[in-house]
């Protein structure tokens, strides 16, 4: 992992905890439970040049299709 992936992992894990009015913590629990975390790290070459917002969808679908229920 590169120094720059934990400041982005970070970024993504506060904004999807502020977009569903989730804690930090709860945030992260749901993102590592529903595989959104591994995504992070596996795409972040692609990831981190969209928009936040683009990515906060993409982490979205995937934990929804490995069973997370946020709409």
């Known amino acids: 992992m590169s120094k720059y992936e934990i400041p982005f992992l970070t970024a993504c ?6 977009r569903y009015a989730m804690t930090r ?3 992260y629990r749901y993102l590592q439970a529903y ?3 591994a995504f992070l790290i596996e795409f972040y070459d ?10 906060l969808d ?3 679908m995937v934990c929804q299709r490995n069973g997370g229920t946020l709409a």
């Open 13 to 18: 894990i506060q904004a999807f905890g502020r």
């Open 25 to 27: 913590q709860a945030a």
């Open 35 to 37: 595989k959104g975390l």
């Open 46 to 55: 692609v990831e981190h040049l969209q928009s936040m917002e683009e990515t």
């Open 58 to 60: 993409d982490l979205l």
